[in-house]
C-alpha cells in the first residue's frame, strides 16, 4: 500500500496502455478491495477537507486567524492526501483495463 500522505503517481506505462484503447472500447476491469478503498476514502477526505475550508471562513469572519491558518492548513493535508488516493485508483484503473472480448 502507499503512503497517502505523498499524491501517487501513475505509471507512466499504465498512461500508455490507456491512451492505447479505443474510446469506445467497452473494458473489463479487476479492482481489489484496496483500490475501492482509495476512491471511496479519497471522497471522503475530500469532503472532510471542504468542511475544514468552511471551518476556516468561519474562522475568518470571527477575526481568529490562528483558528483559520489551522483550518486551511488542514484542509491543505487533507487535499493531498485525498489527490494520493484518488490518483492510486485511477492508476489501478489504468494499469488493469483490458478490452471486453
Excluded: K, Y
Excluded at 473494458?27 to 482509495?38: C, E, G, K, P, V
Amino acid at each position: 500500500m502507499t503512503d497517502h500522505s505523498e499524491a501517487a503517481q501513475i505509471a507512466p506505462e499504465a498512461i500508455a496502455r490507456w491512451t492505447g484503447l479505443a474510446g469506445d472500447a467497452p473494458l473489463r476491469i479487476a479492482l481489489t478491495r484496496t483500490d475501492l478503498d482509495n476512491l471511496l476514502l479519497g471522497l471522503r477526505t475530500l469532503a472532510i477537507g471542504q468542511s475544514e475550508l468552511a471551518a476556516a471562513l468561519v474562522a475568518h469572519l470571527n477575526q481568529d486567524p490562528g483558528a483559520c491558518h489551522e483550518a486551511v492548513m488542514h484542509a491543505g493535508e487533507l487535499s493531498r492526501a485525498a489527490f494520493g488516493r484518488i490518483n492510486a485508483f485511477a492508476g489501478a484503473i489504468m494499469a488493469g483495463a483490458v478490452p471486453e472480448r
